[in-house]
């Protein structure tokens, strides 16, 4: 499945670029406060804890994300890791998210759903791979 196949206008695919990266970027500072203690992070997380391994999909997934590369697989392992989060965290709170504080953590785990079904897009690594890889079976 192409990063940039169907119908979608060319407005369409910058605005799916704009989306990812702009989440991608949004989600490494969560994975930043962990494992750096920056942006506002009172201390590091203790390593190889829970919330370690959480920071380090959060960081380097992000930034896979961000440049548009694995695109579709490791969306859909921060939707599996955001999903845990609200059950772990959030949920025994109260099941609706605005009360238990885990809204944030049901509009990644969408929005990471969302890019696993549809791919980095055209002006991502994967979209420049996959044109690359059109290319050579054109040839």
């Known amino acids: 499945m192409s990063t940039s196949e169907g119908s979608r206008s060319g ?16 989600f490494m500072q969560h994975g930043a406060q962990k494992l750096l203690g920056m942006f506002g992070a009172e201390a590091t997380v203790e390593m190889l804890s829970l919330r370690w391994w ?9 930034g896979l994300l961000a440049l548009g590369l694995f695109t579709r697989p490791v969306a859909f392992l ?11 965290a959030h949920f025994p709170r109260g099941w609706i998210p605005i009360e238990n504080r885990g809204e944030l ?5 969408f929005a990471f759903l969302f890019l696993a079904a549809n791919g980095g897009g055209a002006f991502s690594v994967d ?9 050579r079976t054109v040839d």
Do not use: P, Q
Not at 54 to 62: C, D, F, H, N, Q
Not at 78 to 88: D, N
Not at 105 to 109: E, N, T
């Open 127 to 135: 979209g420049w791979l996959e044109a690359r890889r059109r290319a």
């Open 105 to 109: 953590a049901v509009l990644y785990c």
């Open 78 to 88: 921060l939707a599996g890791e955001m999903a845990v989060a609200y059950f772990m």
């Open 54 to 62: 959480a920071g380090v999909l959060e960081l380097y997934g992000g």
């Open 11 to 26: 407005i369409s695919h910058f605005f799916l670029n704009v989306f990812r990266i702009a989440f991608a970027l949004m």
